[in-house]
Structures are given as structure tokens and as C-alpha cells.
Nanobody, 125 residues
Framework: VQLQASGGGLVQAGGSLRLSCAAS????????VAWFRQAPGKEREFVAG????????YFKDSVKGRFTISRDVARRTVYLQMNDLKPEDTAVYYC???????????????????WGQGTQVTVSS
């Protein structure tokens, strides 16, 4: 499955952005789709994930209550709605997908074998 991420940009603290991750080549059936981010000089970190059947969503603690993740089956797209953005949310955001993710490895980037290109999110203070 090929992934196309979009929706990044520059926003002031407290603002919102919605990132999109669209699949091509096949659907997301049976996949877990996640968003990771990487700030300069830092490790890539898990932000949020969703089982494609919609049964479960998962979040990094620091984004709970501010970010939501959802999917549009017909559009084969996963969305990351980011509200109340903070300067520490500044990073390149990547979407990733895998059909072989289990709960214990869901937050580990090496669990995913399909990656989209990154989209830059910059939050100014």
C-alpha cells in the first residue's frame, strides 16, 4: 500500500490542523494506521494509531484530549485532527501502516512497513 500524507503547515499556538493519510494501491483492510513525528535532533515518536476496522484508537499521552484520529473508509484515508497545538508539537509528521501490528508493538516505528512522505507541522509561540 502506498501512502500520501498531507495537511501540514504553519499555525500559531492554540490553533488547529488536520493531517490526511491517503492509501493507494489497495485498501487499509486489516491494517493498523499510525502517525509518527520527528522533531530535529529527536527520535521518531508515536503520536496516534487506529485499527482500520475502527475498533480502537491509541494516543501518545501528551496529545490525549487534543488530537483525534479517524478514518474514512470510502476515501481510504486516515485523518489526524490536531487541536490546541503547542510549539512542542512542531515536527515532521509521518503516516505509517502495517497489517502485522500487535498491541505491544503498536507504538514502535519498526513495526510498520509502509510509510508516507513526511508533512511539516510548525507551531509558533
Amino acid at each position: 500500500v502506498q501512502l500520501q500524507a498531507s495537511g501540514g503547515g504553519l499555525v500559531q499556538a492554540g490553533g488547529s490542523l488536520r493531517l490526511s493519510c491517503a492509501a493507494s494501491g489497495r485498501t487499509f483492510n486489516g491494517y493498523t494506521v499510525a502517525w509518527f513525528r520527528q522533531a530535529p535532533g529527536k527520535e521518531r515518536e508515536f503520536v496516534a494509531g487506529i485499527r482500520w476496522n475502527g475498533s480502537h484508537t491509541y494516543f501518545k499521552d501528551s496529545v490525549k484530549g487534543r488530537f483525534t484520529i479517524s478514518r474514512d473508509v470510502a476515501r481510504r484515508t486516515v485523518y489526524l485532527q490536531m487541536n490546541d497545538l503547542k510549539p512542542e508539537d512542531t515536527a515532521v509528521y509521518y503516516c505509517a501502516a502495517s497489517s502485522r501490528v500487535i498491541l505491544s508493538t503498536l507504538r514502535v516505528s519498526s513495526s510498520y512497513n509502509n510509510w508516507g512522505q513526511g508533512t511539516q507541522v510548525t507551531v509558533s509561540s
